[in-house]
């Protein structure tokens, strides 16, 4: 292992809070998004010499996370691993458009890890098609397809949104 530049650790830790947005897409848990993002950094940084420099940091990140949630997922089912809901209570105290985001995320968590992934990439990290369609490993077409019964399956569990969200 050859150690991160300061530069490198420096730019790891500002995308913490797109890491953490595109966590909590994959995992659905706070917890669990924290972890995965945890698990990820230290992959990042063991493996920092796998890095080329000139490349997208993010990107690489992205694709680090992407296949340590996988990893994840596989060892949950050959556990057989269940978690329990979020406390009642979490919904207490707050406002309209909060309720909005929390129907949103809530119904983005129902979907399949594959479109989960899609919509995470393009929908939340703004990806365009194409870098998505590379960071996931899949062709553009098969992205265009998961995003597109996505996108149908939230509308059908959310029904008609306002125009600021669609």
Not at 45 to 68: E, H, K, V, Y
Not at 129 to 142: D, F, S
Not at 144 to 165: I, N, V, Y
Request: net charge negative.
């Amino acid at each position: 292992m050859s150690p991160a530049s300061p530069d490198v650790r420096h730019q790891i830790a500002a995308l913490l809070p797109r890491l953490r947005r595109f966590g909590r897409t994959l995992a659905r848990h706070p917890a669990d998004a924290d972890d995965l993002v945890q698990i990820a950094i230290e992959k990042a940084l063991n493996r920092i010499d796998q890095w080329a420099p000139g490349t997208r940091l993010d990107s690489w990140m992205f694709r680090i996370m992407q296949n340590a949630w996988i990893d994840e997922v596989r060892a949950r089912e050959r556990r057989d691993q269940t978690f329990l809901p979020e406390e009642a209570g979490a919904e207490v105290g707050v406002q309209d458009s909060q309720l909005d985001a929390l129907a949103v995320r809530r119904a983005v968590a129902q979907l399949g890890d594959e479109q989960r992934a899609a919509v995470g990439m393009v929908l939340v990290e703004g990806f365009s098609y194409q870098e998505a369609a590379e960071l996931l490993g899949i062709p553009i077409g098969t992205l265009t397809s998961r995003l597109a019964r996505a996108r149908e399956a939230l509308q059908a569990w959310l029904g008609e949104l306002p125009k600021e969200m669609t």
